[in-house]
């Protein structure tokens, strides 16, 4: 089995990242306009429920399932039985999943007024257990994903242009979301003979018992952090209203895309880690190191960029409808840096250490607490207390994580000069941020979409200067790299 570099393989995935923002920065101003921030509203309050039947239903699996066909990715025959075993347990949760929904519709009204959306929106729910997407990550093949993923994009983007003409075309709007999502899953299973044996002695042999426990410690991981991801979007709409939610989701969203930038070093990574601390520790911790600098360097800028730069962001992308979402973005911008500490020391220093627990107990004690965080901030202040909600039970988490992989987790001396090269450089160009803020620029950038591009270029110009300036070793390692191949050709 080809495995490729570390380097490929995230080239491919900002390969997938860019492809998801350039079209999600194309289609929101539309889809916003479109449907307004009420048809906005009901599709993600539908979606957030459907998300926690999916995540039910996934049972952890997902997670746990790229680590154990990375460990086995070397033999066809061990592949192809953890695949079946795994599949099979994915598919009985899956009509359990059903069989609940079909019981709430059946006895109680509390879907009457969504029957539609819930019905096209819990479609995800099969597409996505039975898509074995995390066969191929464990086994790192990222160029069929890339390859999959980016046609996929493109078709629903016609898609949505040509169905979506009004507000009344929100249930085409949910189809989207679901061919977006998931669509491409069904293209998995046909591919797997070429990696896995699969045969009578698969299934005589088969063992479920030994996946359910590791997989049953990461879904309640998974789901306590989903608990603080989604029940802030329930809540808002059972307290507030679809408007409300259509003012959150806009904001939460578009951070979104700068934190899939950031997981994105960690979804590389992840298979690899989980093969190297059988492996090779002294290449695991090499790896981990670096992670680390690079979650820093992509996710410290982006928090004064939101906030300085909120206004003409919310402008460009919802439209004057939404002016309520530019102070919300502000508040949630420190998500950046937050998720990506909680995924590395999470999914980079526990989870291949086989040391899920402690990183189970860190996001439950979290989820907890943020059901009472939201459930007082946003009768106080909406949308934005849900934002500060969210804000602060991320950072309950990394604390608690923080705490258990310094206590039980293996991790290696940080260069611990490069990181305050990095911050040194964040602190210098949020000075910049805010010089630009002050001196009104990005009043000017709201003028129109080339003003705006202008002023993002000039901000993470400054920032590329600032690292280069102060010797970030990354920033001039990847910088030589480049230009040597630059000179070559």
Known sequence: MKIRSVKTNYLLNLIRILSTTLIGVVTMPYINKVLGADNIGKVEYINSIISYFLLISALGIPVYAVRQIAKYRNDRLALGKNVVEILIILIITTLLSYLTIFCIFKFTDLFTDYKSLVIILSSS????????????????????????????????????FSLV???????????????????????????????????KATF?????????KPALTIFIASISVSLYQIIDTFLLGYLQGDKYVGYYSVANKLLRYVVLFIVTIGAVLLP??????????????????????????????????????AQGIIHFMAGDDFKESIFTMQLLSPICILVGLAYFFGYLVLYPQNKEKYYTISVTISAIASLFINLYLI??????????????????????????SIKHGSISTFDLNNIKKIIISNILVGLFGFFLFKIKLIELAQINIFYFITYCAIFFSVYYLFLL?????????????????????
């Not at 820093?296 to 300085?308: G, Y």
Request: no cysteine.
């Open 165 to 199: 003409k009004t507000g009344d075309d929100y249930l085409y709007y949910a189809f989207i979301l679901v061919l977006n999502a998931a669509g491409s899953n069904i293209f998995n299973l046909l591919r797997l003979r070429k990696y896995a044996t699969i045969n």
């Open 272 to 309: 690899r880690l989980s093969n190297l601390w059988e492996a090779d520790k002294n290449k695991y911790f090499e790896y981990l190191n670096k992670s680390l600098e690079l979650i820093l360097l992509i996710s410290l800028p982006f928090v004064p960029f939101f906030i300085f730069s």
């Open 125 to 160: 729910i099969l597409l996505t257990n039975i898509g074995i997407e995390w066969f191929y990550q464990g086994i790192e093949d990222q160029l069929y994903i890339t390859i999959r993923f980016v046609v996929i994009r493109f078709i629903t983007l016609i898609l949505l």
């Open 204 to 212: 005589l042999e088969l063992d479920l018992k030994k996946h359910l």
């Open 469 to 489: 300036f102060i010797k970030e070793r990354n920033t001039l390692n990847y910088t030589k790299h480049y230009y040597r191949l630059l000179l070559k050709k």
């Open 379 to 404: 009768n106080l202040f909406k949308q934005n207390g849900a934002a500060i909600a969210q804000v602060l039970a991320e950072l309950l988490g990394i604390i608690f994580i923080f705490y258990f």
